[in-house]
Nanobody, 125 residues
Framework: QVQLVESGGGLVQAGGSLRLSCAAS????????MGWFRQAPGKEREFVAA????????YYADSVKGRFTISRDNAKNTVYLQMNSLKPEDTARYHC??????????????????WGQGTQVTVSS
């Protein structure tokens, strides 16, 4: 069973930046698509960004397009989420998730089989 551990969350003012990391256990990280999702209190979990197994294809929710960038380093078993121009509505717990083998990435939760515990991001106005 893979373990996914997120880090990099915190409290930041509106307009600021944070970089989230998700470290995966095991030796097969590089063949899986990866995604980031978030869940705010009282709201359903929503898709943020996804990246293909090789890193050549990325997808973003409209709400973060142009502000967030997903990337991966397969040599380090890590996927990143660079978040710029943060807004109070970005406040949520951010989770990374492992998708399909040799997948291109997806915005559907059902396409992800393993999830991390998440890291909290709080954006103050």
């Amino acid at each position: 069973q893979v373990q996914l551990v997120e880090s990099g969350g915190g409290l930041v003012q509106a307009g600021g930046s944070l970089r989230l990391s998700c470290a995966a256990s095991g030796r097969t990280f590089g063949v899986y698509a990866m995604g980031w999702f978030r869940q705010a209190p009282g709201k359903e979990r929503e898709f943020v960004a996804a990246i293909s197994w090789g890193g050549g294809t990325t997808y973003y929710a409209d709400s973060v397009k142009g502000r967030f960038t997903i990337s991966r380093d397969n040599a380090k078993n890590t996927v990143y989420l660079q978040m710029n121009s943060l807004k109070p509505e970005d406040t949520a717990r951010y989770h990374c998730a492992r998708g399909a083998v040799y997948g291109s990435g997806s915005g559907r939760e059902s396409d992800y089989g393993s999830w991390g515990q998440g890291t909290q991001v709080t954006v103050s106005s």
